[in-house]
């Protein structure tokens, strides 16, 4: 969720630190703080806010430093609770991302032994923890701080009496090394690093690492040893500007607008003509095994949980393989039962997210096969699934996910049609699907050139304070989606409902303040749920009905939002984008923080 940047070398340790800071304020933007060590000691600047809010006191010099972006957990968002943290004795300042769940205990025994607490914070104690280590070396300090704490960490700490070293550790959030020329540097997310450096080294969970100005050493902490460890450096072929809005007001504009080039980078290479398959070479599955799967179980949070119903419903019709998504923060709390011959893909943009990362874990340890469809190369869902599907949508920045939703439903296309053509589905039903995944890029950019109708449209549905986002089987995990997308940056109550249970409950809340928004494709379904919308309009319900210029609204009092139609199978992602833009123009409209809205952080790397 937060943000952590360090840095050694021979520059000014702060200015470059604030400027990563910067790029990783969507994964937490609470408060911000920084520490630099130099001739003047250590020496802390903090405060509750946005980066640029953050002023740095006089002389505050030092070539090397360490600093953070909060998204609160334990306290409120305040200057106090913000990291870094600093021991008494004002010798160790930390930095830590993840929870440490034993704080409340660590904080009493701390209490208990004269030390005055000053935050509200778990990470504090880690800074004391530190400062009370017999260790000789920093190394030592932080292992034997870190044996005493049960939780996740990413954590980075420095000390007055080690000058020239940051020590940094990880269990469960994310800390990529950056290696520069006679300095190095570590983040949370590789925004942080790409204008500087793009040769990285991942640190894995149960890792240690050193860093000074001439490199890095690398340690595995097993039975509560340190043991050197040589660690894998790549370098990545990533373009620094892809991180950057430019001329958009907003990465999230940016972003949905980037959507027909990345679908186009997610179908590169994969589509065979021939046999009408997809190749997806890094599945690592060969067609026997492929044929014995018998069930397909997709885990993910949040929009991926939602993508990965839609994914379930294309496996489902088109490899006719049982199919359903749920929500892996759930998912291994249910203790549940691992088949052996059930494919478990787990969807992820970051590839961060902790709740989806313990079920990839909990699968694995019960002997399960799972495969990853993630966004972000390297990360830790795709690193522990070992196998699986790139997305290939670039880096996405704004908190409310787009590009990698859409590219994700592409991957699940893909894979459908992989599984597909190894069991039942014929060579022209394949054929069919790769024509209409071919035509996605252009019909998505046919629907972005009618941004200014969905504006007009969406500027009404903003000022509704509660709205119903409805659909029916293909259409209900849209309409899920566009609700999410709805609530999350326009933060008006936004519920989604399946149609057809509309009559058994939530009617009664409908009235000329609820409006409803609509997914009504083209299929088998139409008929049934232009009747549905009727009962609607009979109670006064503003209607926006989100769907194909062939349906007949007949007398229906309703706005329509006509999106070009593919295959029926394909049609959800279309129908969904134009949710996208729905949402983005009614939070612009509210004048909302379109991408970093209130509460929420981009990756959630806490359970
Ligand atoms: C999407 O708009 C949301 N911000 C959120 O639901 C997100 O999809 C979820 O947290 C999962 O993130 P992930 O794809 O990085 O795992």
């Not at 800390?175 to 570590?186: D, N, P, Q, S």
């Not at 894998?232 to 809005?245: G, H, K, Q």
């Not at 996208?580 to 806490?606: C, E, F, M, W």
Request: glycine share 10%; with cysteine.
């Amino acid at each position: 969720m937060c943000g952590i940047v360090g840095y050694v070398g021979s520059q000014q340790a702060a200015p470059l630190i604030l400027e990563g800071l910067t790029r990783l304020e969507h994964r937490g933007y609470d408060s911000v703080g920084v520490a630099v060590l130099g001739a003047g000691g250590l020496r802390v600047a903090k405060q509750a806010g946005r980066v640029r809010d953050l002023e740095l006191p006089k002389r505050f010099a030092g070539r090397v430093g360490i600093g953070h972006t909060r998204w609160a957990t334990h306290g409120p968002a305040n200057d106090t609770n913000a990291h870094p943290h600093v021991s008494a004795d004002g010798a160790v300042a930390v930095v830590h991302n993840g929870i440490i769940d034993n704080a409340a205990a660590l904080r009493a025994e701390l209490v208990d032994a004269g030390v005055e607490l000053t935050s509200d914070t778990d990470t504090e104690t880690l800074a004391h923890l530190v400062a009370r280590s017999e260790a000789d070396s920093l190394e030592g300090k932080v292992r034997e701080a870190l044996a005493q704490v049960d939780g996740t960490y990413g954590v980075a700490v420095m000390h007055a009496d080690f000058l020239d070293r940051i020590v940094v550790a990880r269990n469960g959030s994310p800390l990529i090394i950056g290696v520069g020329e006679k300095e190095m540097h570590v983040a949370s997310d590789l925004a942080a690093l790409v204008r500087y450096t793009t040769t990285v080294a991942h640190l894995d969970d149960g890792e240690m690492a050193t860093l000074t100005a001439s490199g890095f050493t690398t340690y595995a902490v097993a039975g509560g040893q340190l043991g050197e460890k040589s660690k894998a450096v790549t370098t990545l072929d990533i373009d620094p500007d892809s991180y950057e809005a430019g001329e958009h007001s907003s990465y999230m504009h940016k972003e949905i607008l980037e959507q027909p080039a990345a679908t186009e980078r997610v179908l590169r290479g994969r589509l065979d003509e021939r046999f009408a398959t997809a190749h997806l070479g890094g599945l690592n599955m060969d067609a026997r095994e492929t044929r014995a799967i018998r069930r397909v179980k997709i885990l993910g949070c949040g929009s991926a949980y939602y993508v990965g119903q839609m994914g379930a419903s294309m496996i489902e019709e088109l490899a006719r393989i049982p199919a359903d998504a749920e929500a892996a923060s759930e998912f291994r709390y249910r203790n549940p039962v691992i088949e052996p011959d059930t494919l478990y893909v787990a969807v992820s943009q970051s590839g961060e997210t902790i709740d989806t990362l313990l079920a990839v874990q909990e699968i694995k340890r019960k002997g399960g096969r799972v495969i990853g469809l993630v966004n972000v190369v390297g990360s830790a869902v795709a690193r522990e699934c070992g196998s699986g599907i790139y997305l290939h949508a670039g880096p996405e920045v704004a908190v409310a996910s787009t590009k990698a939703l859409t590219n994700m439903y592409v991957g699940f296309a893909l894979l459908a049609l992989h599984l597909g053509r190894v069991r039942d589905l014929s060579i022209s039903d394949g054929r069919r699907l790769i024509e209409g995944l071919n035509r996605l890029p252009s019909q998505i950019e046919e629907i972005l050139k009618h941004e200014d109708a969905l504006r007009e449209v969406a500027g009404r549905l903003a000022d509704a304070e509660s709205l119903f986002f409805v659909g029916r089987v293909r259409g209900y995990p849209v309409a899920r989606e566009g609700a999410q997308k709805f609530k999350e940056i326009s933060y008006r109550h936004a519920e989604a409902y399946q149609t057809s249970e509309l009559k058994h409950g939530p009617l009664a809340l409908i009235s000329p303040d609820v409006p409803t928004v609509a997914i009504v494709p083209d299929d088998e379904l139409t008929d049934r749920n232009v009747g549905a919308l009727h009962e609607i309009a009979a109670r006064g319900g503003p209607l926006v009905v989100v769907t194909h210029p062939t349906v007949d609204l007949g007398e229906l009092a309703a706005t329509r939002v006509d999106v070009p139609a593919n295959e029926v199978e394909l049609d959800p992602i279309l129908l969904t984008i134009s949710l996208q833009i729905l949402a983005y123009h009614a939070a612009l409209k509210l004048g909302h923080d379109i991408d970093k809205p209130r509460n929420l952080a981009k990756s959630v790397t806490v359970e």
